[in-house]
Nanobody
């Protein structure tokens, strides 16, 4: 499965963006899709994930209450709606898919994901 992330851009603090993660040419045949981000000089960190079968979601503390992950299985697309954006949300955002659930909390582990999109830049600045 090839994944393509899009929807990034430049937004002012307090603004919103919606990121999309689309399967390219294949059915989104994954157990779950996760969103990660990586800021310059920092480790790639998990933001959110969604189980494709039932839509159950996880959020990092930094995202909870501001970001919402959703999926449209008919369109083979997962979305990350980001509201109330802060400068510290500035990063390259990646979506990733994995075939298996490795247990509680494993969604946070980037090494549990099999496929990665190319990343989309989100910049929050006034």
């Amino acid at each position: 499965v090839q994944l393509q992330a899009s929807g990034g851009g430049l937004v002012k603090p307090g603004g919103s963006l919606r990121l999309s993660c689309a399967a390219s040419g294949f059915t989104l045949d994954a157990e779950s899709i996760g969103w990660f981000r990586q800021a310059p000089g920092k480790e790639r960190e998990a933001v959110s994930s969604i189980k494709l079968s039932d839509g159950s979601a996880h959020y990092a503390d930094s995202a909870r209450g501001r970001f919402t992950i959703s999926r449209d299985n008919a369109k083979n697309t997962v979305y990350l709606q980001m509201n109330s954006l802060k400068p510290e949300d500035t990063a390259v955002y990646y979506c990733a898919g994995r075939s298996h659930n490795y247990g509680l909390g494993s969604w946070l582990d980037r090494f549990s994901y099999d496929s990665w999109g190319q990343g989309t830049q989100v910049t929050v600045s006034s």
